[in-house]
């Protein structure tokens, strides 16, 4: 329908008097999502045409924010289980937060067949890596489910920035292998540290994906506290401060002196 120029259309809703038009671009997919799932779901209902539905979601979780992904199972579940019919969702999803909310008896891992690995696929193909990847992805956490490489595949970033995240879980790796094992492990891994953790830092800093940047974070900041103890303690404590403004603190610490 052609509307005339000076009419405007906006959806509101009722109970927050938030519009459709300050909705993030994450909040109207998700929308989107929901609504499509519901006219599917009421159209097949209302023309006897199954008691049995399937559903194919691609890619969902595109410009949710992790938070929204954390939840994008639950949501779903909740809204679907209200219809008295066999609902089958099958989705295609990169998001580890989708991942952890799925048995891995329902989970199929793709990977690309790589140059001359098959003489009967071309080089990109997809093939069903089920079999060799072992991992239990139902309430798995995150840190386990990037550890599996889960965004290091191909495909998913540069090859250059992919070298250098993985030299820092090798390394990470690395400590966490030798340094309980001998003192003089310790000493030898403490020169790498303090050699390599400028550069490392400044890695984490400037990755954009935040599920993988704050494992790489977590990385750093058990590298921390094994060779910089002292550091890693006023670090965190100047992490759990600047959640307050001055004039919190400064009420805090009055309280506190005025009780002494």
């Known amino acids: ?37 519901k006219n599917i779901i009421e159209l097949r209902i209302k023309n006897n045409l199954s008691n049995s539905i399937f559903i194919l979601l691609d890619e969902i979780e595109s410009y949710l924010h992790p938070i929204w992904q954390k939840n994008l199972i639950q949501y779903i579940y909740n809204f679907v289980k209200i219809y008295s019919i066999d609902i089958h969702i099958i989705l295609t999803s990169h998001s580890p937060f989708i991942l ?29 890596a089920t079999k060799d990847i072992e991992l239990k992805t139902f309430g798995a956490n ?19 920035a992919k070298s250098k995240i993985e030299e820092i879980k090798k390394f990470y790796e690395l400590v966490k292998f030798l340094e309980p094992k001998n003192k003089k492990y310790k000493r030898i891994l403490k020169i790498l540290y303090l050699f390599k953790i400028k550069k490392f830092n400044h890695i984490q800093s400037i ?54």
């Open 1 to 37: 329908m052609n509307l005339p120029r000076f009419l405007k259309i906006e959806l509101i809703d009722s109970r927050t008097g938030v519009e459709y038009s300050e909705l993030s671009t994450g909040e109207k997919s998700l929308l989107d999502v929901v609504y499509s799932i």
């Open 100 to 128: 952890s909310d799925i048995p891995k008896e329902n989970v199929i891992f793709l990977e690309k067949y790589k140059k001359d690995e098959d003489k009967n696929q071309k080089e990109g193909n997809c093939k069903n």
């Open 142 to 160: 995150i840190h386990t489910l990037l550890s599996n490489g889960f965004f290091m595949s191909d495909g998913l970033m540069g090859e250059f």
């Open 207 to 260: 990755i954009g994906e935040p599920f993988l940047q704050t494992i790489i974070k977590n990385y750093l900041d058990e590298l921390e506290q094994i060779f910089d103890n002292e550091t890693y303690k006023k670090n965190k404590m100047k992490e759990f401060l600047d959640q307050f403004e001055p004039e919190e603190l400064q009420k805090y610490l009055d309280e506190k002196n005025a009780k002494a």
